[in-house]
Each structure stands twice: as C-alpha cells, then as structure tokens.
C-alpha cells in the first residue's frame, strides 16, 4: 500500500509520525490474512541515534482471504518503547467481536461478543468493576458494583438477574473494609434476591442476614433451615 498522509513533528529528540495508508490493491486471494492493509500509526523517531520504534497503531488488517469477502478486522496495538514495536492488546472482527488480551497462536479470535485471553505469564485474566471512592456511607446505603445478565428484554435493567458486590462495613478505614455478594434473580418482570454470601462465608438463600454457614428461609411462613 501507500502512505496518503504523513505528519511529521518534531520536539527536538523525537518526531511523531501519523500514517494514512491506502488499501492493498494485490488481490485478496494473494494476502496471508493479519496483513495490515490500512491504518493510523505514531512512529517515534530517535533523533539521537537511539532505535526507533511503532509507539501505537490502530491497524486495519485482512482477516481472511477468501474471494469476494475481503472481511477486515480492527487492531490496536500500544506500548512500543526503546526500539521495541507495540503490540496487540485489543481486536474487533468483521462482524464485531471483541477480544482484549493475548491468546495463543493459531487460536480462533474473538469467539464471543466479548473475548477476554491471557496465554503466559501470571497475569491472569480480571475483569474489574469497581466504584473508585472509599468513604463513610453505612453499610446499608453503600455503593453496588453489578453484573448484570439479561437473557431477554425485561421492562428495565433493574429488573434483570445479577451478581452484586455489596460493602458490610466501612470503607473509611482500611482495616475494617469487608464486603459480600448477592445473587439475584427475576420473576414475573421483578428483580429478587436469591442467595447471599456474607463477608465472613455465611450464606443465606431468602435470608439477608446468615448466622450460620447455610441458613435456608422460607420466603412465606418464616421457617427455615440453619446448618
């Protein structure tokens, strides 16, 4: 392909590069797949006699060759420093999947509406849902983090089943931040609790406050089981 725009700027130690490039006019039929064949790019240049490297891409590239589909994918990669060229870390295929991470070679990428892969190191996979401020609020007015998921289209999404994380105490104070998870379901169009597993292990299913480590309640008459 070639470069349709090239911006250069200089700070007196590196330039900066932004790259346009015009799509491959080979044949689909002649390109390996994960050919880049479009994108933006940042180069860092050393003007001091340093190694260059592709500081960030966003990379359009072929994601299979078969004739007359010509389907696309799109790559980000960032964190190329001292030389060293950035790498994927998130990808979006043709019909929209999302993948974050690193898979293995060779592995069919993303499969799913969200894609989450890490293939070596002891960096294992997280997903983070959190409510960044740690004040003074009860425990019975506290913030929620919520997973929410919804088969179907209920009337909100506060109607949907979802996993809660819950505080149990004050977050003010290192020492004493604790905190459990709620397991709610729906019926009839309406959110309920299901389970909860309180921040010292108790569980409690149509019971908020578990005692014992199972404590089983009827949601009716009161009676119930506690082991």
């Given at each position: 392909g070639?470069?349709?725009?090239n911006?250069?700027?200089?700070d ?13 006019t ?8 994960g050919?880049?064949i479009?994108?933006l ?5 050393r003007?001091?006699?340093g190694?260059?490297?592709i500081?960030a ?7 299979d060759?078969?004739y007359?589909?010509?389907?696309t ?9 001292n ?11 043709s019909?929209g ?5 690193n898979p293995?070679?060779?592995e069919?990428?993303?499969?799913q509406?969200l894609?989450?892969?890490q293939?070596?190191?002891?960096n ?9 401020f740690?004040?003074t ?9 919520s997973?929410l ?13 979802r ?5 149990t105490a ?7 931040r604790?905190a459990?998870?709620?397991?709610g ?10 389970m909860?597993?309180?921040e010292?292990?108790?569980v409690?299913i ?18 119930g089981i506690?082991?």
């Open positions: 070639s470069t349709l725009l911006g250069l700027a200089s007196g130690y590196r330039i900066y590069k932004i790259r346009l490039q015009a799509p491959y080979g044949g689909w039929g002649s390109i390996t797949p050919t880049v479009g994108g790019q940042q180069t860092n240049y003007t001091d006699g190694a260059s490297n500081a891409a966003i990379d359009f590239e072929l994601q060759n078969i007359g589909t010509g389907q994918r799109i790559s980000f990669k960032c964190g190329g420093v030389g060293v060229d950035s790498t994927e870390k998130m990808r979006i295929s019909v999947n999302v993948g974050i991470g293995l070679a060779g069919t990428y993303p499969r509406l894609d989450i892969r293939s070596s190191g002891t294992y996979p997280k997903i983070l849902v959190k409510y960044d740690n004040d609020t009860s425990p019975t007015t506290a913030p929620i983090c997973l998921l919804s088969p179907g289209q209920f009337s909100s999404d506060d109607t949907a089943p996993i809660i994380g819950f505080r004050d977050f003010s104070s290192a020492a004493a604790s459990g998870l709620i397991f379901v729906s019926q009839n169009n309406s959110a309920k609790e299901a909860r597993i309180m010292n292990g108790n409690g149509n019971n908020t406050n578990a005692a014992k480590k199972l404590e089983i309640s009827s949601p009716t008459s009161g009676d506690l082991l």
